[in-house]
């Protein structure tokens, strides 16, 4: 097996998954302004240390996605970022789109930006400790939307990106998040995906990527979160498994969902509900950014008195996922750990 297979298989490690820490500096930014804390240098580096220092966390992270900032920043006692990870047995890797940019002649489309100087970068990278990528595109569900050309157009960068990665010894993490915002039923979100994913899979086969050395990060399918009447957990399940079925191969070793704008206890209730379906041809996991930090942040207010319980609202996060990969999570398990704390 090559070094690419093995850290693949290692990401979606049985009861583990990804911590997305990977907000640019806009997005770190809203995050912060939610507890009224300004986005500096320094309270973004204590934020990840937080997360990155967490005892025990290790049980379920497999790995961690890093911003180009955040690579280059080490915790208070000088250990570099990634670092401090792989002591922990935890694997480095990085964000390395340049984000989503309008689609030109595409009125409220995007196309994802990065190519140019890419090799260079994830030479770069691999030398500070990544050992995997990330880029994401996004589509938008609405009339005529996502159109053939935004279809195509990113699943011919996505592949483009992964080709990259696969060269210079990183697995790419495929991200193809069609939004889950406005009033779409869980049927459009589900053709919308179905679209996507037969295209990025086309482009990825047409470049030579080796998809044993890759992971896919999509969406969930869902009722749009506007949407009146909008899918319970086992629906979810259903028609998420029916479109992943239809349109990843089986040579794709790991799914690592996205959590979107799901709230934490539906992200873990759905990845659960996906399990509890299993065995499946892939790992079904979890890569969250908002689903595993939101009650970390919550708790933790930019407040050096309040590291201790940000760290347990992270713990217990990561926990309940964990026990999501198995279908083993019961949302009482989120009552008992409130009882106890
Ligand atoms: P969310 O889980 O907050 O959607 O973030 C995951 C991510 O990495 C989006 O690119």
């Keep these: 097996m090559t070094d690419l297979h093995e850290t693949a298989k290692a990401l979606v490690a049985e009861g583990k998954g990804i911590l997305a820490a990977d907000e640019s500096d806009s997005t770190i930014k809203k995050r912060f302004d939610s507890i009224g804390l300004e986005s500096t240098e320094d309270n973004r580096r204590a934020y990840r240390e937080l997360l990155f220092s967490t005892e025990g966390a290790e049980e379920f992270i ?12 080490s915790a208070s006692d000088g250990t570099p970022f990634p670092k401090l990870l792989e002591s922990k047995g935890i694997i480095p890797g990085i964000k390395v789109d340049k984000g989503a940019k309008p689609l030109p002649l595409a009125e ?7 190519l140019d100087g890419l ?4 030479a770069e990278y691999r030398g500070l400790g990544a050992r995997f990528a990330k880029w994401r595109a996004t589509y938008s569900i609405g009339r005529d939307q996502p159109s053939e050309y935004c279809v195509w157009t990113n699943a011919h960068a996505l592949a483009r990106y992964a080709g990259l990665c696969q060269e210079a010894g990183l697995v790419p993490i495929v991200e193809p998040e069609v939004l889950q915002d406005g009033t779409h039923t869980i049927e459009q979100s589900a053709t919308a995906t179905g679209r996507v994913l037969q295209a990025v899979y086309t482009e990825l086969h047409d470049q030579r990527i080796d998809l044993y050395g890759t992971l896919l990060k999509p969406n969930m399918v869902l009722s749009g979160y506007d949407a009146s009447d909008r899918a319970g957990a086992d629906e979810v399940a259903e028609a998420t498994l029916d479109v992943f079925l239809r349109h990843v191969p089986a040579a794709v070793p790991g799914i690592v969902f996205l959590s979107g704008g799901q709230s934490d206890e539906d992200a873990t209730a759905h990845l659960n509900a996906m399990n509890a379906r299993g065995p499946h041809p892939w790992e079904l996991s979890f890569s ?3 689903a595993l930090q939101a009650p970390a942040l919550k708790a933790w207010q930019g407040k050096p008195e309040n590291v201790e319980a940000g760290r347990s609202a992270f713990y217990h996060r990561a926990k ?17 750990a409130a009882a106890v704390s």
């Design 288 to 290: 969250y950014g908002r």
């Design 320 to 336: 309940m996922n964990s026990a999501a990969r198995t279908g083993m999570y019961a949302p009482e398990m989120e009552r008992e």
């Design 108 to 114: 409220g489309e995007t196309i994802t930006e990065g």
């Design 62 to 73: 497999s790995g961690v996605i890093l911003f180009d900032e955040t690579i280059r920043q």
């Design 119 to 122: 090799r260079e970068r994830l």
